[in-house]
Nanobody
Framework: QVQLVESGGGLVQAGGSLRLSCAAS????????MGWFRQALGQEREFVAT????????SYADSVKGRFTISRSNAQNTVYLQMNSLKPEDTAVYYC?????????????????WGQGTQVTVSS
């Protein structure tokens, strides 16, 4: 079992930055590929970014590529999402997730554990 707790969300003006954190319980964090997803009001949950077990390989949705950076610290059981140049369309609840697959995963169905989400609101 892995429990995930996100933090770092909030209200920011367009062009600003936020850093989301996701703390994982348990000793097996390094065995999970990690991902960030988001869900805007009335929309389906969408993929944002994923990172492999060691943290040396990442993948991003086209909508955030070049603006967002996913990283992880296996020593601290934490995955991060640095969000720069935020836009109003980035407004959503952001979720971190853990996948038992050893490789990066872009599909929500590949993830076994989910956090409760953290709200990010970008004002224009």
């Amino acid at each position: 079992q892995v429990q995930l707790v996100e933090s770092g969300g909030g209200l920011v003006q367009a062009g600003g930055s936020l850093r989301l954190s996701c703390a994982a319980s348990g000793r097996t964090f390094s065995r999970y590929a990690m991902g960030w997803f988001r869900q805007a009001l009335g929309q389906e949950r969408e993929f944002v970014a994923t990172i492999n077990l060691s943290g040396d390989s990442t993948s991003y949705a086209d909508s955030v590529k070049g603006r967002f950076t996913i990283s992880r610290s296996n020593a601290q059981n934490t995955v991060y999402l640095q969000m720069n140049s935020l836009k109003p369309e980035d407004t959503a609840v952001y979720y971190c997730a853990a996948s038992a697959w050893a490789t990066m995963q872009r599909s929500a169905t590949a993830y076994n554990y989910w956090g409760q989400g953290t709200q990010v609101t970008v004002s224009s």
